[in-house]
């Protein structure tokens, strides 16, 4: 995957080479977050110094997928109306690499009478425009699965 792929397939997003890394990720379904090689503190948003320790080795890290629904928002109407409103629930959810380490995503899988504050939340990915993009779906769905419970409430 070259740089050119990776400029062509996020158009609209400013990519530099402190992200490019993640949009690169996102394009193999790979959710990549710089780290601190030097402290291990997860640097997001992107920056290529930790404001930890001040290193500049920071190293684009595959995350676990694991967190919790830290704030959310309702998406009432799409900004261009021509567009697939796709989900229509945006989360920042608090990763469990680290404290304050927060991804925005879609919250899918989910009726929206069940979705709650720290509830648990695991990684997937839906497909929007053709690419995969990171959502996050209830992290008890597998385990009911897991376990031959119904899905259904
Ligand atoms: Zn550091």
Redesign the pocket.
Known sequence: MTDADVFAAFPTVPIDRDNIEHYRGLLARRLLINR?S????WVYPHRPL?P????WDVVPTEVSGDGSVFMLTLIHQARDPRADPGTPVAAAVELSEQRGLRYLAPLVNCPLDDIGLDMPVRLTWIERDGLARPAFEPAERDREREQGWPATR
Do not use: H, M
């Open positions: 601190c030097e402290c291990g503190r930790c930890r320790c001040w290193s």
